[in-house]
């Protein structure tokens, strides 16, 4: 056309030759005209002639396995010829000839494909048919088959008929649509391009699988899962794509589809890797190959429509795609399997599992009929019975439900059975329509409506029925819900409270979104009488919602936060709200509001709970909380940080998760603490575990438990007040307030439920009655005890029994159709089977009574003889290929776990002689304990030859691992080419090439690695040994999919040992009491329980050796002169003056004893010295050192030579301490050496030290001169000396070298603290507690008592006395002992020593083998020193002294709080356990920051750990851990309980520690916690929750200090005393009578019943016991208590009022005294529960009205009317009280008033109302201005107005 108009352009462009071509012009544009027509009649759309047929040649393949060459893989084809003729009315036949199936299972490209005659024969018959389908531009309309034509054959033809749709567009080259084809209606690209010269057109197709409407796919057991949207996950496990090519030739009548090819890929992988996945792969080809010129005949059979093109899945029971399953007698199939699963229960490691789930396939095969005859054959063969049952509920079919329901109604199973079955029934059964009647039958039976577990267990599993019946629909039919929507409504009318929980729950589970109307009826602020309703009624109303919150988050979300908002409900309620809302993934806008609201809220309980949960969401790494862990990062910056440092006692949330995306697996906890200020237990706790993983997440388990009134039980229960006088007196009290609302009486109640996957499978609800009847069944009569004696006359007589309980613990399976026609199927199988032989038989001396009871057990000697041998087998299978109920094919992913463990024991039990013996043959042969097996296999098998199934392993021998392989030059090629034939044997290996023909053969294999390993305990003849092996693909591809293809195995082996001699028996003997030491084998030798005592003594004497030598060398030294006695003279003298400046020095340093080589963190002050000493040279520093170390050297040798000679057993004993010393000095060299060998700072630290000592070494001279004479002429002062340096030698600290450094460092630190006033929390030392002194030890310095502290303790160890050795004998023996074959025994005994009765109680065990050759022990000392020290040392090794770990305990003080220190020393320990802490020790650092400890890196003593608590406050705790190599530290962690010590106020020089008897003052501890005091002095009043206020009584009228307000059992009031206006008087109702106690006279009266009693005439006790009244010592004050009703004291004096109520009165009590509740942001409610806005308008709440004008009080509670108008809302208004306020009663005028605040209420000022309504209905009108009203606090009543 182009050209066309170029020619007419240039034609018209020449007028002078136009005339002369006219003729020409003419011919060309008839002839481009008559082109474009007939090119317009062309068709670009497929059709087929009616009067011709087309014959393709076409072929299917599809293959399943890794992408990669040879590995095996598994798969099939299908090859024919298809014949395709046109029709009438745009329909076309098609008729497949000659097909013929093909298995193929090997190594791609390498073996070739398998004929199946027999498959072939089989689908031919179907295949061969004719078959009429609707074509018409390309699209595929209605297909029609016969009737008898399998659905298997029909998808296979759809697969052909697949590759014929095609959408051309004539505009467009390039497009995209969305296009029906065999999966579903899918994005489709198009890409046309057109060849002119071959007149052919090429379309490129390619279709989205994952994106797609009307998807056809079956999910089977995957309801439970969410699946992650594709923007929380960065990649899909599950891909799918399929491409198609077409070649098609444009004709007048239709376009010809010559050529057809078509790849589809379908990858998976459960981990995060793009590449790396298993495939199945389909691919067609449809070629034209002949066009015939006659017509195929439409078939003479009728045909019936089949549907569509999409893929239509079969009605035939779906094949387990591990195994196919035919039989021709099913039921006699049936009849072997269970044969064989009671035969082979018992065999660990058998084909258990795979049997079972092959009876369940086949029980899914039959009819209920069936099913319902071979129960009748062995209902009463009870191995037979069990395996059924638990066979029958796995078939998840409507049959399955169906033979339960008639099973139960029957009879014809216990209860306990019943409850099973329907719980694996119901949760897994197949949901359908049939189903879901089935199970409603089953909610309204009369059986089951009887036995109320059945009851709970039919409801809450209907409930998940509805779930999955209602999960794939948009909405849920309302007759599927009826049930529980009745049930909830018959609960109400009848206010059955448990009914009320059940039916929640049951909503709850089905978790509808048409049920919110319902679920709002049981909560506050939605339904008028919610708010009468239990708490734990509106709780589980607001757990219902959680499960709504899948399908309709934003309307769950909208509940929640009202809830949440909602002040007036409970907190606990409220907080249950929050769990809810988080988990609904709430909007930023959302956690916004909710932060917003934190900032007002008024329970801190509800503030804490809201605050640390979305804290915890912010470090949330799981991909589908992303957003809401943004959301609550925003939030937690508006909120105030301190509710992060609330006490444990308030509510809190815990979360931690952790995902790998490489992985993309994770998983998540939850852990929801809901407190009560009634308990110090939680009153509910609620944890959830969460599971991701293949793209998907689960709750997979949840466990709540609520123990509202766990405390009643375990403490002292209140008492049932019911029918008392003063209850009746109490209530008519109470009507007078106004707006009087009493508490919801919660019932003493502790409930706890269980969840799979978000599904509640049951809970259990226990109160008070059940948990007394519990306790008190140990001492009921006979009678109770039927079924226990009943046992235990069985176990005499002897018991055999074999249990087993299969269980088919996971079965999902994703469905998704091929091109081929043929399904893919991936699915996971868990099967388990746990099993257990037992037989057991006892000897019960005395042999039980006829009034047998549990307690005559405890008397009894019981000899028990048993042989267990349990097992659990599990198979867990994962399949990717085709499964058909004629062909299956793919990869098989086997595990198989088996355990078992054989006990065969004989126990003794002398409950009398408190003994205990067991006795157990070894092994003699080996047992595998534990064995793991892993493989993968390509599978291929079909119905016809299933004795020809193929299985083989997916990683064969040929598998090439290239990483091994090694480079090959071309030459050297060739010459091993040319000498093949002469090629050396494999077994020669050669030097000149170290890969030899047998390496080569082996670098050829897969990765493999095999790990061995065994630990022996030859003393009891048997080790354990560790076998893994695995062979995998990570040599192609090092990836985590790559690791698990190949095979796998780890077993865990018992075998015995043969290298020494034979084991008979083991026996195990543990007694108790005074035959303790008669069981011993072998006592303890007098010098192993001596060796401390003994090295102390050597220590003495070397400390007295020290002193003479010291002394002599000091003489010798003042008579020679030279240098070398100056480096004589100033190494002693160094060495002396180490022991005066060591009071100086422990001013600045920690008790904590530091080795030599470790320094102390300098201060300012030594910086800067060493900058100023910096210019010195390293030579100086270097000279003076050497002096400094030839000095000590020779006054060392010196020392040595003038040593005394010793005896042999004094040498002995010398010998260890001079080894130590020795070690010692040399480890002080060297860290001499290694400082002085440092450049930098440490240069320059030891030039400044030397330059410094060798300008003062003369009046180091004159100091140790004056040391030694005054430690000459001391003794009290060298005593401590010698005790410092004993304790000193044993911590390696001596050397003289140290002492200078001290030194130095001391006077360093002086001046450095005095440049640095400001201390740093860890900066502090500990300071330890002082230890009082006798009197005679008063005489001596202070720094001596310092000083010999620490060898104080170390000796006190050998001081106490040798229990072995003294008449003590041991309070626990346990000898643990091998009987060999020879009659000689081998083994350990344990032996533990007490002795409490000492001044310094000491505990001691000690361990040891009974061979008395044997030298190896382990000893562990424990030891209280004083009440503020305690001390343990272990020993172990030879003799005990290869090891030592000395774990010191001390009190004192910190930064000056009270303190306690652990400091934990040790001079050697194995390797195995440096090299774990080296292991640990690259986590620390990140663990300490995740617990919020920080971090100084500093060196500490390198073999000591110590810990350090402070008592910051008596909620808070500082911590401070002293490592080697740094320091950690964490202030103000909060504490559950206050801690001792903090309420006396110590002078901060002398904080004096509680003490070791912490322990026993521990039950002090708690009940000083479980009670809460109320005090009103003068006009001072302070609350329970320690609110304290100023408030003057208001003349006569009684107020209400404390009261129960659930059980009415008490009242309190108080009131002005009518002889003082400052004195008060108290009247107290309780049980049965009132007590008044009031001052008189300067006394206090009491009168009881209106009858004086005399002060002296007490202590009372009313006849019920439950009152007492005392006086105090000195007579001035009075106390009542009544610890039965809660009261531990009411004390009263004249100036004073005290009241004391128990942990379990907590929030259950009001009044002026509050609720007890720990909300003192709450803490002035009213009796109407409304929080006052000031003290005074609170405690005027509380005031009794009287009740007329003429009584003692003339006020009344009223609502008033503000006296000035507002202006509100841009009109005038008037206001009126929503709280009531004092006025005087009606005749009365006020005398004094005072202001109070309150909430107004306003309406127009036009408005007309009657003020009696206003007055009615104000307290439940909104709140709109607050402001202040007077209240009247006098009155002045005439007699006229009173009396009229």
């Known amino acids: 056309m182009v050209r066309c108009c170029s020619i007419i352009s240039y034609i018209s462009s020449d007028r002078t030759s136009y005339c002369a071509l006219a003729m020409t012009m003419g011919g060309i544009i008839l002839a481009l005209t008559l082109t474009l027509v007939g090119s317009q009649h062309l068709s670009y759309e497929p059709a087929f002639d009616d009067s011709k047929t087309y014959v393709y040649n076409y072929e299917g393949v599809i293959l399943s396995g890794l992408p990669e060459k040879n590995l095996a893989r598994a798969g099939l084809r299908i090859h024919s010829r298809v014949e395709i003729s046109g029709g009438a009315q745009r329909s076309c036949i098609l008729q497949i000839r000659d097909p013929h199936i093909e298995e193929f299972n090997g190594i791609w490209l390498k073996d070739a494909f398998t004929q199946s005659p027999k498959l072939t024969r089989v689908l031919a018959e179907d295949l061969t048919k004719r078959i009429k389908f609707e074509y018409n531009n390309g699209r595929i309309g209605h297909i029609e088959a016969p009737a008898d034509m399998s659905e298997t054959a029909v998808n296979i033809i759809r697969g052909i008929l697949n590759m014929l749709q095609i959408t051309i567009k004539k505009s467009q080259n390039v497009y995209e649509i969305q296009e029906a084809g065999l999966g579903g209606i899918c994005q489709t690209n198009y890409v046309i391009q057109e060849d002119k010269r071959t007149n052919q057109i090429t379309v490129s197709k390619s279709r989205d699988l994952d994106n797609c409407h009307e998807k056809k796919m079956k999910n089977i057991g995957m309801s439970y899962l969410q699946v992650l949207s594709t923007r929380q996950q960065q990649e899909k496990n599950m891909r799918g794509a399929a491409a198609y090519i077409y070649m098609i030739k444009p004709k007048a009548n239709g376009a010809l589809i010559d050529k057809v ?83 082979n229960q018992q065999t660990s490691g058998s084909d258990t599992p795979a049997k079972f789930l092959q009876l369940v396939q086949i029980l899914r095969m039959i009819t209920h009929e069936n099913v319902e005859a071979i129960w009748k054959q062995h209902v009463r063969r009870t191995e037979y019975r069990c395996w059924l049952l638990d066979a029958v509920p796995a078939m998840a079919t409507p049959a399955a439900l169906k033979f339960m329901k008639q099973r139960i109604q029957n009879h014809e199973i216990s209860h306990i059975e019943a409850v099973q079955a329907l719980i694996t029934t119901m949760q897994t059964v197949k949901t359908d329509r049939q189903a879901l009647e089935t199970a409603a039958e089953l909610v309204s039976s009369e059986r089951i409506q009887k036995v109320p577990i059945l009851r709970k267990t039919v409801f809450l599993a209907y409930g998940s029925m509805v779930y999955r019946y209602c999960f794939p629909m948009d909405s849920c039919p309302e007759t599927a819900l009826q049930p529980l929507h009745d049930l909830a409504v018959e609960a109400v009318s009848k206010a059955h409270e448990e009914d009320m929980v059940l039916a929640l729950k049951s909503i709850g589970n089905a978790g509808q979104p048409a049920s919110v109307k319902r679920i709002q009826k049981f909560i506050p602020g939605f339904a008028p009488g919610a708010t009468d309703l239990p708490v734990r009624v509106q709780v589980a109303a607001v757990m219902a919602l959680r499960n709504m919150a899948k399908k309709e988050p934003r309307k769950v979300q909208e509940i929640a936060l009202q809830i949440f908002l909602n002040c007036k409900l409970q907190p606990e309620v409220r907080m249950l709200a929050c769990v809810a809302l988080f988990e609904s993934k709430p909007s930023i806008a959302l956690v916004a509001s909710a932060a917003n609201a934190l900032l007002k809220e008024t329970s801190l309980q509800v503030a804490s709970f809201a605050y640390s949960h979305m804290k915890a969401l912010t470090r949330s790494t799981a991909p589908d909380l992303k957003e809401v862990a943004a959301a609550c990062n925003v939030a937690i910056n508006l909120l105030n940080p301190k509710l992060d440092r609330l006490s444990y006692r308030y509510s809190r949330a815990l979360h931690a998760d952790g995902f790998r995306s490489k992985w993309m697996a994770g998983a998540a906890v939850d852990f929801f603490v809901i407190n009560s200020a009634a308990s110090i237990l939680p009153s509910s706790v609620v ?107 069985q176990l005499q007589n002897g018991i055999a029994a074999q249990w087993s309980k299969p269980l088919l613990m996971a079965e999902a399976r994703r469905i998704l159709p091929t091109c081929v026609g043929l399904p893919m199927e991936l699915s996971l199988y868990s099967a388990a089977v746990s099993a257990a032989t037992i037989n057991a038989d006892a000897q019960i001396s005395p042999p039980p009574s006829a009034d047998f009871r549990l307690t005559h057990l405890l008397n009894a000697n019981i000899r028990l003889r048993a042989q267990v041998t349990p097992s659990v087998d599990i198979h867990n299978i994962v399949v990717m290929g085709v499964n058909t109920q004629l062909i299956q094919t793919g990869i098989e992913v086997h595990g198989k776990v088996c355990m078992t463990t054989p ?80 090629r050396l044997s494999s077994e020669m290996m050669s030097l000149e090439d170290p890969y030899s023909a047998e390496q080569a053969s082996r670098h050829m294999a897969a990765s493999s690695a095999d790990h061995y390993a065994c630990a022996k305990a030859k003393t009891f003849g048997f080790e354990l040994c560790f076998l893994a092996k695995t062979k995998n693909a990570a040599f192609i591809r090092n990836s985590p999919l790559y ?54 003594q050597g220590k003495m004497v070397l400390l007295q050796l020290r002193k003479i030598f010291a002394s002599e ?154 040391s030694s004479s005054r430690s000459s002429s001391s003794k009290s002062s060298s005593a401590s000396r010698a005790s410092r340096y004993n304790s000193e030698r044993k911590h390696h600290k001596g050397s003289s070298s140290l002492s200078r450094s001290a030194s130095s460092s001391q006077s360093n630190s002086r001046a450095g603290s005095k440049e640095r006033p400001y201390r740093a929390f860890v ?35 050998s001081k106490q006395p040798k229990f072995p050795e003294g008449s003590t004998p041991p309070v626990l023996a346990i000898v643990t002992r091998a009987v060999r074959s020879d009659g000689k025994q081998q083994g350990y005994q344990i032996a533990a020593y007490a002795n409490f009765r000492s001044s310094k109680p000491r505990v001691q065990v000690l361990a040891m083998e009974l061979a008395k050759s044997d030298r190896w022990r382990v000893r562990v000392d424990g030891i209280l020193l004083s009440p503020h020290k305690a001390m343990g040392i272990i020993k172990w090794g030879e003799e005990g002294k290869n090891y030592k770990v000395v774990v010191k305990a001390q009190t004192g003080q910190f930064a000056a709080h009270p303190a306690v220190q652990v400091k934990v020393d040790w001079t050697d320990v194995p390797r195995t356990v440096k090299e774990t802490v080296r292991a640990a020790d690259k986590y620390l650092p990140g663990a300490a920051y995740l617990a919020g400890f920080s971090e100084k890196w500093r060196r500490n003593p390198s073999h000591q750990v110590a810990v350090i608590l402070a008592s910051a406050s008596s909620r808070t705790i500082d911590i401070v851990v002293k490592l080697p190599q740094m320091t950690l530290y964490r202030q103000a962690i909060p504490v559950p309980l206050p801690l001792p010590g903090r309420t006396i106020q110590y002078p901060t020089s002398q904080v004096q520690p509680l003490g070791w008897n912490l322990i026993t003052e521990l039950p002090k501890l708690l009940t000083d916690e479980a009670t809460t005091q109320c005090t009103v002095e003068q006009n001072t009043i302070k609350t329970f929750n320690n609110v304290t206020f100023d408030y003057s009584m208001l003349g006569d009228c009684e107020h209400i200090l404390v009261e129960d307000c659930i059980n009415m059992s008490f009242l309190v009031m108080i009131k002005k005393a009518e002889v003082s206006s400052g004195d008060k008087q108290l009247n107290i109702k309780i049980a049965d009578f009132e007590v008044v106690m009031y001052p008189s006279e300067g006394s206090i009266k009491l009168q009881i019943d209106g009858t004086e009693i005399p002060i002296s005439s007490l202590p009372y006790t009313d006849p019920s016991g439950k009152v007492t009244i ?116 009606r005749g009365c005028s006020p005398v004094a008033t005072t202001p109070v605040t309150v909430g107004l209420h306003c309406v127009p000022a036009d408005t007309t109302m009657k003020w009696t309504e206003g007055q009615m209905n104000f307290d439940q009108k909104s709140e709109d201005i607050t402001d202040m009203v007077l209240a009247h606090t006098a009155c002045s009543c005439s007699d006229t107005s009173c009396a009229a």
């Open 261 to 343: 090819t078509v790849r589809e890929q379908h990858e998976f992988t459960p981990f995060n890797e793009l590449d790396d996945a298993a495939v199945t792969e389909a691919r067609q080809k449809l070629v034209l190959v002949d066009i015939r010129n006659t017509p195929l005949a439409l078939p003479q059979i009728q045909l019936q429509s089949r549907g569509t093109l999409q893929y239509q899945f079969a009605t035939e029971t779906l094949q387990i795609p591990i195994q196919l399953i035919r039989t021709k007698n099913p039921e006699q199939e049936i009849e072997n399997i269970l044969q064989h699963l009671v035969q």
């Open 687 to 793: 944890s959830k575990i969460r599971g991701y993983a293949v793209g998907a997440t689960a709750d997979i388990l949840e466990v709540g438990v609520r123990a509202k009134g766990l405390q009643d039980v375990l403490l002292k229960s209140r008492e049932s007040f019911s029918g008392i006088p003063s209850k009746k007196k109490i209530e008519d009290i109470l009507k007078k307030l106004a707006n009087w609302k009493a508490l919801p009486a919660d019932k003493p109640l502790i409930s706890a439920y269980f969840k799979l996957f978000g599904q509640e499978i049951g809970f259990a609800e226990i109160n008070k009655e059940y948990i007394q009847e519990a306790f008190q069944f140990g001492t009921a009569p006979s009678e109770k005890h039927s079924k226990v004696s009943k046992y235990v006359r």
């Open 903 to 982: 006990l065969k024991f004989t126990a003794k039990i002398d409950m009398p002689e408190r003994s205990l013996k067991l006795e157990t043959a070894p092994s003699q042969q080996e047992t595998e304990m534990v064995v793991l097996r892993g493989e993968v296999f390509a599978v291929t098998r079909n119905i016809e030859e299933l004795s020809s199934a193929r299985k083989s392993l997916v990683l064969s021998a040929s598998a090439t691992n290239i990483m091994r392989q090694h480079f090959r030059s071309a030459e050297k090629a060739s010459q091993e080419t040319a000498k093949a034939v002469a």
């Open 1043 to 1096: 690791r698990v293809f190949g095979e796998h195995e780890a077993k865990v082996i018992l075998k015995p040992d043969h290298s020494s001699i034979a084991i008979d028996k083991i026996q195990i003997e543990i007694q108790t009491g005074a035959r303790a030491v008669s069981k011993l084998f072998r006592g303890m030798e007098t010098d192993e329980m001596n060796e401390d005592s003994g090295e102390a």
């Open 1113 to 1266: 060398f000091e003489k010798k030294d003042l008579g020679k002169n030279g240098t070398k006695t100056h480096r004589s003279s100033s190494s002693s003298s160094s060495s002396s003056s180490s022991f005066s400046s060591r009071k100086h020095s422990k001013k600045f340093s920690s008790s904590s004893n530091q080795e030599p080589g470790i320094t102390r963190e300098k201060t300012d002050g030594i910086e800067n010295l060493r900058a100023r000493k910096r210019h010195q040279s390293r030579s100086s520093s270097s000279s003076s050192s050497i002096t400094r170390s030839k000095s000590s050297s020779s006054a060392t040798l010196s020392q040595r030579n003038s040593e005394p000679r010793l005896s042999n057993e004094e040498t002995r004993k010398m010998q260890p301490q001079r080894e130590n010393a020795r070690h010692s000095n040399m480890d002080k060299e060297a860290w001499s050496h290694k400082q002085r060998s440092k450049g930098g700072r440490s240069s320059s630290s030891s030039s400044s030290s030397s330059n410094k000592s060798s300008r003062s070494s003369s009046s180091s001279r004159r100091s140790s001169r004056r």
């Open 1323 to 1357: 900066e502090y030392n500990f300071k330890p507690s002082r230890v009082n002194k006798r009197s005679s030890r008063r005489t001596s310095s202070k720094s001596s008592s310092e000083s010999s502290e620490s060898s104080e303790s170390d000796n006190d160890m």
């Open 1670 to 1785: 005392k006086k105090t010592e000195n007579g001035n004050a009075i106390i009542l208590s009544a610890e039965s009703l809660g009261i531990n004291s009411i004390y009263f004096d004249d100036k004073k009022c005290k009241i004391e109520v128990s942990e379990f009165l907590r929030g259950t009590v009001c009044g002026i005294c509050g609720r007890a509740d720990g909300e003192r942001t709450q803490e002035f409610q009213m009796p109407d529960g409304c929080v006052a806005k000031e003290s005074v308008s609170f405690v005027q709440s509380w005031v009794v009205p009287g009740s007329s004008c003429s009584g003692a009080c003339q006020l009344q509670h009223d609502y008033v009317k503000l006296e000035k108008q507002v202006r509100l809302h841009g009109e005038n208004s008037k206001c009126y009280s929503v709280d009531t306020v004092l006025r005087c009663r």
